[in-house]
């Protein structure tokens, strides 16, 4: 027999392991085994419990890893935005960002390397010069300066002559401004060192009287110099040369076997840029919707204009297919390829327009220059000798572009985001497949590679 003290810490023993029976007075061996089973119960239950916490535990880590995502919280908006509320835009941060097409991933993902170039510009001879000049006009908007610009300097070169530096024909009749109220002058005439003579002023002795004017189809030929400009430059020593555009498909597709490409190339990508203060407001805008944007600070450009709109939606390619696109189908498009509705949209229009609203009820955070512009540069930038340098060059920059129609101003476009390395351009279609995908709308100057860039970048 054990003595009572021996017996009351055995039962304690066994009250402690959760045993809820009262022993016995039982011989040493049956304790003995009794002890080792209940001990061997208490290390079952400890084992099990310790499993349990760690797998809780590593749960809570792998939700709270999920949560922290930035596309599961919306993120309010740090940059003090010109005016949150102007006409019928307003600008406002949801609580939670509803993800729609996760696995159509329409963002896609780009090195922001540009090409490099691969033209080769011969230097420029004394022996290959001439006394005469060739003096031409920018108009029309950033998306015609940069043929203009390529085609005075490929007939300047070809023919040794100097160039003049254009002013630039405003929007409206009679009014022009200087060449360096929009870009930089220094960067320009730099750029066009050892390709052709430039001077800022005209020579007063040809500067008398009307030059010739010549009109020459943008992207012309060897040829159509020889035949159609040099007689007359000949003759007069001047020739002003003002280019038209037969079409944007023949503008833009250029002749790969032109000799003339790579002083085309040099002039359309290497000689425009905007002057620091325009530079600015366009830096200070794409910032701000950066800022604004919940998918990882990326934001979609759409060239959107009712003016524009007016003219070219009643009418269609032969093949059926539509010139443009309004704004609800813009949005009907872009929510069926994969974007969310919390993606910043800019769209080119100049002021909110009661036609976006189809656009802003698909995507609220649809903005106008107004909307995102400082507004300390509202007063001299919100008018129409700058949006559209503004637009052209926020299109440009912006992560994905949309066109709402297919003229110069996208084909432009397209060409310095080849250039740039932002490929991601999207050509609006009508779409009957559930499946349909961004890729699936890829525009042809990326997809086909069919862009005149594509003869100047490697």
Known sequence: MFSSSRVGRTKSFYRDLGDPRELNDNSPEEDKKLKKFFRVKKMSTMDLRQALAGLLTLSMFIMLGNMIKKDHFDSYDDVDISATQVSNVTITTQSLATVSHLSKRPWIKENGEGLKPCWKTPTLKEAEQTEGFITFSLMNGPEYHMSQIADAVVVARYLGATLVLPDIKGSKPGYTMSFGDIYDVREFLNSLDGLVRVTRIQPAHVSKGNPPIVRVPSRFSEDYIVKKVQPIYKAKGIVKIESYFPSVDATIAGNKNNKLNSF???????????KPEIEQVVESMVHNLHTCSQNNGQFIAVDLRSEV???ECHRRYE???KLCYQPQEIGEFLKKVGFSQDTAIYVTQSKWNPHLDALKDIFPKTYTKESVMPEAMKGKFLSSE??????FHISSQSDVFVPATLGLFYANVAGVRIASGKKQILVPNEITSPSASASDYMSPYVSQKNHFAYSCFC
């Open 386 to 391: 700058f949006e559209n340098v503004i637009d």
């Open 309 to 311: 709109l007016e003219k």
């Open 264 to 274: 085309a190339c040099h002039a359309m990508f290497g000689t425009l840029k905007l």
């Open 319 to 321: 093949s059926g297919r």
